[in-house]
């Protein structure tokens, strides 16, 4: 590791021909009786032109709320603060439009999602309506964000089902959700998701639910329609595996905050801090012989009325008490593309 390091607020973020979406200071909080719980709290991302962005952290973490925030579909009470500027192209010119300054339910981030900033929710199940077949749902989204008739839209919304590899699209095209496999249903929403050629894909957590030979496939489904469509992709996990084989680059979040961001390989071969080493050493490996597999102690705490320092100071071995405890704390810029959100970093060795 290096020694002069840089104390920033955030990752370096740029308005170049590269960056698609630039998120400054999200911040997602939810007014409760019982007090101010911070979902998300001062978030910072920048999604870039045919890259994918990786968010992985435990369930708790924000990483849902982060990107439903982006698209402001959060449910009430919560409330939706900072800088989401997205880079459009409007009659042959590229602008950026600050979404997050947008009515969540105006007319103009309407025209954006689905059309712009696409998402796979987690459970398609709940996301697709069930009294509706899954081909009325694809053809209502075309209808919404493209100047077609019914037919032309139920020609492009077949043509999606079988471009994300769906069994006999014609007669999927008319049944209903409950009547598709798990696989299925993933597979449709993805083309729900996509009939629009979306410049940003959000895919939450999309292979939960599916077995791993069906995991395997939505992974490379979504990897081959991202290369040839040119889509930019928000991938949220709990999966360091997932993460390692779609991400180019990974935010780590904990507590409602980004606490490392850097590329993949710096991630899995670099580290820097104790959360995410800790997330490394508990991936199962098949030289792990004997013993118990390494595991974080505690779960990830709710994020009301928290103390100041770090989020993961309870859990932390290396955390020293008034050290990690007293302050909030900043970015700390290792190099042109690692940010660690640790003070002990000059203490902690880089164990890989």
């Given amino acids: 590791m290096e020694e002069n390091t840089q104390t920033v607020h955030a990752p370096d973020t740029k308005e170049d021909d590269q960056t698609i979406l630039e998120i400054h200071d999200l911040k997602t909080y939810f007014h409760l009786d019982e007090g101010i719980l911070k979902a998300v709290d001062g978030v910072d991302l920048t999604i ?17 709320v982060a990107t439903k925030s982006i698209l402001q579909i959060v449910d009430p009470p919560g409330k939706v603060e900072g800088e989401i500027k997205l880079k459009r192209s409007r009659k042959g010119k590229e602008e950026w439009i600050d979404i997050g300054k947008l009515n969540p339910t105006g007319e103009k981030i309407r025209d954006i999602r689905g059309a712009e900033i696409s998402m796979i929710f987690q459970e398609p199940m709940k996301a697709f309506s069930s009294i509706h077949t899954i081909g009325n749902q694809i053809t209502e989204a075309i209808l919404i964000h493209s100047e077609v008739d019914q037919e032309e839209a139920k020609r492009i919304a077949i043509d999606f089902l079988i471009k ?22 993933q597979r449709a929403m993805i083309a729900m998701a996509l009939c629009c050629n979306p410049a940003i894909l959000i895919a939450d957590e999309p292979t939960t639910a ?7 496939q939505v992974l490379d489904l979504i ?11 928000i991938f949220i996990t709990h999966d360091l595996g997932v993460i390692a084989e779609m991400s180019d680059e990974v935010a780590v979040m904990y507590l409602g905050k980004v606490i490392e961001y850097t590329d993949v390989e710096t991630l899995f071969y670099g580290a820097l801090h104790p959360y995410t080493q800790a997330l490394l050493k508990s991936i199962p490996s098949v030289a792990h012989t004997k013993g118990e597999l390494d595991s974080i102690k ?55």
């Fill in 48 to 64: 870039k032109r045919g890259k994918t962005l990786g968010i992985v952290g435990e369930s708790g973490s924000g990483k849902s």
């Fill in 298 to 352: 505690g779960t990830v705490p709710i994020p009301m009325n928290l103390p100041k320092g770090c989020g993961f100071y309870s859990r932390c071995k290396y955390a020293v008490n008034g050290v990690c405890n007293v302050d909030d704390i900043p970015f700390t810029k290792v190099n042109d593309n690692h940010y660690v959100r640790c003070v002990r970093l000059d203490e902690i060795e880089n164990r890989g």
């Fill in 210 to 216: 599916l077995d791993v030979t069906v995991q395997a």
């Fill in 223 to 233: 990897n081959h329609l991202k290369e040839t469509l040119d889509t930019s992709v």
């Fill in 164 to 185: 994300v590899g769906m069994s006999n699209p014609e007669q999927r095209f008319d049944q209903y959700p409950h009547e598709l496999s798990g696989g299925m249903r």
